[in-house]
């Protein structure tokens, strides 16, 4: 697939068929992940891959009291039709995590630059191997969603995937077959982003 048809179709996919993944697109999309840049090249990123449903359950559980209160935002006056749509499929993922057939927790460490490493460079190298990893899945034919799920449980999911101290935790990507249809992504337009020679 053209990486600009896979750009421009790479939605948020908050239902996902439970079909297994194949191990061998698992481990290309992580390869897609593992090409990205990173400051001076240092490649800080690990990602743990969680199929295992009692671990998927764990997970789950941790962000579930969460879950629950954030459902109220559906409620909330002045949200858009669009914005309740997005709600309602984060509230569908977050509640159904254990069934999510491939959980990517996309991790890094804090190690650059090596004579004094800041934490600035930590999410400098997480961000854009997530992105090139659901780029890769678009185009694989598999749905991902970018997620911050750990951040409401985040020492439950150390615990839970024995992740170390030190490790920062970047982003939790749901990975699966789509149940619903991919893009096209919404997105401001080039001519009201683009600054010429200023800003
Ligand atoms: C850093 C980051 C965190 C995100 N966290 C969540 C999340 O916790 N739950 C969720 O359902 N979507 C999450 N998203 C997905 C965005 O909500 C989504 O990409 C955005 O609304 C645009 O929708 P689209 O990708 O379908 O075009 C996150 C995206 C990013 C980049």
Same mark, same amino acid.
């Given at each position: 697939?053209?990486?600009?048809?896979?750009?421009?179709?790479?939605?948020?996919? *908050?239902?996902?068929?439970?079909?297994?993944?194949?191990?061998?697109?698992? #481990?290309?999309? &992580?390869?897609?992940?593992?090409?990205?840049?990173?400051?001076?090249? !240092?490649?800080?990123?690990?990602?743990?891959?969680?199929? /295992?449903? /009692?671990?998927?359950?764990?997970?789950?559980?941790?962000?579930?009291?969460?879950?629950?209160?954030?459902?109220?935002?559906?409620?909330? =006056?002045?949200? !858009?039709?669009?914005? +309740?749509?997005?709600?309602?499929?984060?509230?569908?993922?977050? !509640?159904?995590?254990?069934?999510? =057939?491939?959980?990517?927790?996309?991790?890094? *460490?804090? &190690?650059? =630059?090596?004579?004094?490493?800041? #934490?600035?460079?930590?999410?400098?190298?997480?961000? =854009?191997?997530?992105?090139?990893? &659901?780029?890769?899945? +678009?185009?694989?034919?598999?749905?991902?969603?970018?997620? $911050?799920?750990?951040?409401?449980?985040?020492?439950?999911?150390? !615990?839970?995937?024995? &992740?170390?101290?030190?490790?920062?935790?970047? $982003?939790?990507?749901?990975?699966?077959?789509?149940?619903?249809?991919?893009?096209?992504?919404?997105?401001?337009?080039?001519?009201?982003?683009?600054?010429? /020679?200023?800003?």
């Amino acid at each position: 697939m053209d990486v600009f048809e896979a750009m421009e179709t790479c939605r948020a996919i *908050r239902y996902l068929k439970p079909d297994p993944v194949p191990e061998a697109l698992i #481990e290309k999309v &992580i390869h897609g992940a593992t090409r990205a840049s990173s400051p001076g090249n !240092s490649q800080g990123w690990d990602f743990v891959v969680v199929t /295992d449903r /009692d671990v998927k359950q764990r997970l789950a559980d941790a962000i579930a009291p969460v879950v629950g209160m954030n459902a109220a935002a559906l409620d909330s =006056p002045g949200v !858009s039709e669009g914005e +309740r749509r997005m709600i309602r499929g984060a509230l569908h993922l977050a !509640s159904h995590l254990a069934d999510v =057939p491939v959980l990517i927790v996309c991790c890094a *460490r804090k &190690i650059y =630059p090596p004579q004094d490493p800041q #934490e600035l460079f930590v999410w400098s190298a997480v961000y =854009p191997a997530s992105q090139n990893l &659901i780029v890769a899945a +678009r185009a694989l034919g598999l749905g991902t969603t970018f997620t $911050t799920f750990h951040a409401v449980a985040e020492e439950a999911f150390r !615990s839970i995937l024995g &992740i170390p101290d030190e490790v920062f935790i970047g $982003t939790t990507v749901a990975l699966g077959y789509p149940d619903r249809p991919f893009g096209p992504v919404r997105r401001r337009p080039v001519a009201e982003v683009i600054h010429r /020679d200023r800003w």
